[in-house]
């Protein structure tokens, strides 16, 4: 059982769309993450999530929204694409804030 | 800005060899340390985590921590060349908030 799931495992778009990415953790974890990883493979946290509530919004451009319905699910829109968004996005949980982390497989944005 | 350091790499050794990776961090505050592993392509995955100064050993990973150096470490023993990976150190911030990850070492264990 995938403990960590996101969809879609590629996506490739243009300039200026809206697209989405959709995380779901199955492991009764508390708190949810989005992650960006860029070419240079720098890990950088984007959003904290804390039983649905927002934690932290780490210098994200408006553009990126997250919802989560519920504690299983925490989703990533990003709006008007810019080619600087091409990286790899990565969602991740755990039990709480002070504990590991478990990563999702990844989403591969390409933006031409 | 709070900072986590790593050397890029690669470092290579040989096999059964002992691989030595190391991590600086500016949050003199941090309580909690990770080590994740990222294959190419793949997502991170953890190895080890430590909070209290000292080592800590699992099967040929043993994590090191120094608090007052501000200074983690990972020695892989036995390496094997499945170990030749990227690997991530990652520090939480004093808060329990966030974690900041280093821009990780890539790992070559030569057969």
Known sequence: DTAVSQTPKYLVTQMGNDKSIKCEQNLGHDTMYWYKQDSKKFLKTMFIYSNKEPILNETVPNRFSPDSPDKVHLNLHINSLELGDSAVYFCASSKDREYEQYFGPGTRLTVT | ?111
């Open chain 2, 1 to 111: 800005q709070k900072e986590v350091e790593q050397n890029s790499g690669p470092l290579s050794v040989p096999e059964g060899a002992i691989a030595s990776l190391n991590c600086t961090y500016s949050d003199r505050g941090s309580q909690s340390f990770f080590w994740y592993r990222q294959y190419s392509g793949k997502s991170p995955e953890l190895i080890m985590f430590i909070y209290s100064n000292g080592d800590k050993e699992d099967g040929r990973f043993t994590a090191q921590l120094n608090k007052a150096s501000q200074y983690v470490s990972l020695l892989i023993r036995d390496s094997q060349p499945s170990d030749s990976a990227t690997y991530l150190c990652a520090v939480l911030d004093n808060a329990g908030n966030m974690l900041t990850f280093g821009g990780g070492t890539r790992l070559m264990v030569k057969p």
